[in-house]
Structure formats: structure tokens, C-alpha cells
């Protein structure tokens, strides 16, 4: 089967490289980059997790930097994910991001940030219920960036009023989540009834049971789902003691990735390739359908957001084999601007 190169809409890291380093650089970068590829993912957006301002800054001039300076970054990176601050900082749905630093949502934030970049912030999650949510939400979608539901208490009412505002995606559906929720009026339900909102999940049967992740799927359609790896450093790593964002994390040799307490998970070690695998073992979804949700889902949903103006990248073409293991044909290349 020959298909599209995977994308990922959520990684933070990869082989080792932690993309909220503020000292990454861009050998750092191809080393991740390259590891990818190996995995079929022929393009990602690198995801920032919740810091100051000033931290965030520096991380993701960064990052930028060295994206520009790569020999894969131009090719492979259309441009970046920003999830937080804007999030709830309530115990559970704040997860492993520090509370402390997480605000209000604030689209000149993500001006600033963006300002003097060579690629976009393109993707943003954030929590709507937080004061000035919606404004927001319609303010980024403006700017032409795709708005996320993520580590967020909204309820039927808030999600509601963020889809009525631009919101295209939840961002890690199932997680993100204290252990206890409302009875019926809870985040989870809302965003599966809206069916505005395409669903991301972390197929890792970490973060969700696999019996769990089926439902989920089965409720939001397999054409509302999207696959991504929220990975770390960790992926594609042995296992151990790792950074990422500044906190300790420890990866153990089932492939969790969590605090050194270990209280709570903290992102990933799942390939997206994996992720594909492991959507067809669960029997989930077919070999062309789950490939899909990992490349032609998440790219769809960058290109139709309204205002989007960034980079048209080439997909690039990969071959799976019978084991659903992935060989690049085409790597893709830049292909210009709409």
C-alpha cells in the first residue's frame, strides 16, 4: 500500500530531542527530524507546552531557529503548535503542564510570539471557559491559526460557544482529564456530541484503554478522528530518565512516559506509525482508514481553516509493507504558498 507521509499535529519531542529546549539546535532538530521520517512522518507540527511568557520566548525563537537552519526543518515543518497556556489549571486537567504559568487566553500573546518567526504558530489548544475564551477563539481564527479544545472543563455550553466561534479540534481526547468528572454535563461528552469538532487521540493504549479508545472512535466517526503522538524526547529512545520543558520525566520499558513519582503521565513515547498499528490490531479501523487519520486527517484540517495562509507542503509518499511497517518513496519538499 502506497499512501501519504504521516503528519503530526502534536509532538514534542522526538529520539532524544526535546523541542522546548531553549538550547536545541538544528542538528539536534534533523537528529529528531530523521527519526521521523524512519516512522513514515513526513511533517509535524513541534508543540510548545505551558511556560511563562518570557520562557515561551525564548523556546520557541528557539525552536524556529533551528527549524530554519535544518536540512529537514523547511521541508517537514510548516509551522508550530502552541498548546497553553491557556489552559485550565484546576488538579487533573492541567496534567503534567505547571499550573502557575497557565492565563487566560490572549491572542496578542500569540502575536508576540509569532512575531519575527520564519513559519506560524498554526495550531493552538486552549481552554474556552476560561475568561475571554470565545473572543479569543474568533480573534486566532482571524489570524488564521486552528483553534483546540484541550485540558479543558468545558461543558455543553462552552463547547458549544467555542465551535460557534472557529474551534475545529480537541486536542488529546480522554486525557488531559481529572479521574472524576460530572455526571452528564461533563468536557468529554460535549466534545464528542459537537460535531464541529474533529477528535485527536494518543492510540498508545497508555492513554486509553484500547476497548476505551474504540468507543471513543465509535462515537466520534472514524472521519472525525485524527492519530497523534504527543510524543517526548522518549520516542524512538531507550528507556530512562529524561527533560522535557525544564521537569524531570522517566520512560519505563512499557513505553510510559511520566514523572519521576510517577503521578501522571507526561506526553508519550508512541511513533505514529505505532499508533496506525495499533488502530488495526484493535480492529478499529482498516489499514487505508487508519493510515488516513494520520496523514490525510490532520493535514485537511490545516488546510481548511479559514484564513489559513501558511506554507503548501508535498505530503511526500511512503510504502507499507504486510506488517504495516512504513518505507519513505518521497520525502516532499516545499511547495510554496497558497
Known sequence: MITDGLFDLQVNGFAGVDFNDPSITASALDQALEAMLVCGVTGCLPTLITATPEALAERIRALD??????????????????????????????GCHPAQAMSDPDANLVATLEAGLTRPILLVTLAPERSGGAQTVRQLLSAGKVVSIGHSAAGFAAVKAAADAGATLSTHLGNGLPAELPKLDNTLLAQLAEPRLKACFIADGIHIPPDAFAALVHLKGTGNTILVSDAVMAAAAPPGRYSFAGMDILADETGK???????????????????????IAWKVASPDTAVRMASQHPRTVLAAAPGFAGPAFDPGRIRWNSAMEPTVLRKGAPAGRD
Open 65 to 94: 531557529a533551528a527549524v530554519a537552519g535544518s536540512r529537514f526543518g523547511p521541508a517537514m515543518v510548516p509551522g508550530y503548535h502552541l498548546e497553553g497556556p491557556f489552559l485550565n489549571a484546576a488538579a487533573g486537567y492541567c
Open 257 to 279: 512516559v511520566t514523572r519521576p513519582d510517577g503521578a501522571g503521565l507526561a506526553g508519550s513515547s508512541l511513533r505514529l506509525d505505532q499508533a496506525v498499528r495499533n488502530v
